[in-house]
DNA sequence: CCCACATATACTCCAATTGAGTATAAGCGG
DNA sequence: CCGCTTATACTCAATTGGAGTATATGTGGG
């Protein structure tokens, strides 16, 4: 049972841990997460599907978690990430599977354990690394953005397809059951669209068979389907790698409620901006549009920004007022975010 | 390096995961956290401080992390709970030392990550298990508790020691910094009182020497004291074992927060309740006091509770309604809690 | 039986916040 | 200088939220 290298393998039966971290930023308008493509031959049967930044925990050489990550953002990508944030510990067996290779073959027969983190970059962030790409949110999560009103792929294909799911469960309760999910999920009838709810309704349509991670993983609903290609060509969204998906969909959520209480929009914006820039961005994070005057009022009561005395011509009409952060506010966790009003409706 | 039982134990240099909860309850109107006594001769040197229960988690046994949670829980405190929830995964080297023996010393060498879960137990629950026991939260953090007024121990002992330590800084900049952490952590001139930064208190404390814990750990600043003893004699609240107490001050700043957007206060009351029930059992878990007929308004606007028609003459003076929680609502996470109103300063 | 007392519940008031406009300013390209 | 575009300023009504007063309904003592 001895191993060459401990510390980066695993007994049987034993424990590894992966962490991943999903590098968001918001370019020309649209949010977008750092992915990157396995390297070739690698789970060729998935589709070479893009997976996060990831890399595994090694208990000797890294003192934290954080540090940890940080080491392999760098290893990895080429970014310079200020903000980090932990997510969460996924620990599902069975969701893990064909990352197998972290390294090899290091981490055959144990368990995967991934402990998934949130780090923010400024558009500026470009990246050279060699299989790294940024992507927008958009490809894993087609039905997320609202802000030109309800993406048509939600009423054309994901109700329907949950409904009959909902009409095959096992007995009428769990039916009403699942029906009632799909309802506060995506805001039907009365029902409000909870922008936060990414991960609710992801792991709703990998149970639904929806998505073809679920496939793969021998899991979800798999009764409407005639083969596994059927499958995969009927699921939604493009596929990751092992649950990266999951843990995207648990950063957006994240960082959409967070944008609420914390002044994290800021670590996404380059040095100077005008308001306008700042009100797209949350809007691209948000993933619905907003009343632009009172965006306004509103960032200028919180006095998060200050003016730089300087304007920009580039937005076309009457040129804009430059701002920038105020940093020196506090050590950051004091202040409470911008308080996203939220529009009546669309 | 073959092991006896490796679904147990761990190579040298090996990961353990360990999961903990923080059970929390309110008993007579303090909030509680179920705390075990570590057996006999253990850790003896540290005064045989409380723990959370905790189990390591065994991955050929437990599906997810949160079966193991709910399994250990259980088997080791006659404990039924609904709502669970995970809390943060720490993973500091130095942190979580004096655990050592898990059962035995199996985990000897390796390094042992915490999974921190949140749990609800309904004050009803009793525990007869052998070395459970209810203990306040006020034992751990006695700082913590606003309902009477700011607690006489910030100003008589936290802060003079605190400002202290902020002096002693190796560069003016430094000192600077640590006067602004403790001016935002305990709100200071000006600032405001953030009752969810539990856990940014707590590891300021610990870094400044005042957790019993930091000088077990042989971290944080020791240079104020002339021995362990001194140290730990002047150390402020109750110590506990391994990182435990910094997991229960991050449940702590959880639950606060959470009451805000989430209905969870419910999973802490018994079934039929009162207004005043509620409300104080939010105030105790808050950590500070509420005006009565807004809270009322609220809760009867929030249409989260429905009167049962019946009444209850034990309050004293006119009889008070009682209320039980809609539980037919949705698939609990849809509502927003009760949005505590902050009354003004105090 | 009535009265003091205690708590529950109802209602009022005002200030601050927020959603949604309209009006005006300041650049650009012809 | 005109029309277009976007930025910024200001207005207004509706809602929310903090804080208080008033009234209801029980208990227990004389």
Redesign the interface.
Known sequence: ???AH??KS????????GLSAVIAAVIDGEPHVLSVRPPEGHSARFGRAFGLPFGP?D??AH???EIGVRAFIKAQTDIQTGYVE?L??F????REAPIAALDGAAAQG??I?S?GYLALAPVAAETTAPRAAWRPWRAYFPWEDWRDGAPDIIAARIIPALQKWAARASTPVRAA?RK??IK?CFGLDG?TW?EE?VL?RYELMYEAGLAAESWRDQRGDRDAYNSAEDAIARSLGEPMVSDHRRILATAIGRLRGKLKYRPVVFELMPDPFTLLDLQHTVEAISGFTLHKQNFRRLVEKSELTEPTGQTTSKSGGRPAALFRYRRDL??D??VSGLAIPRPKLK
């Open positions: 049972m001895a191993r401990p510390s695993a007994a049987d039966n034993g424990i590894v841990i925990f208990p000797t003192r934290t978690f932990q969460y510990t620990g599902d067996r069975g144990a368990r354990v402990v059951a009632a999910r506060q029902a909870d709810k609710e506090v050590s966790s004091a």
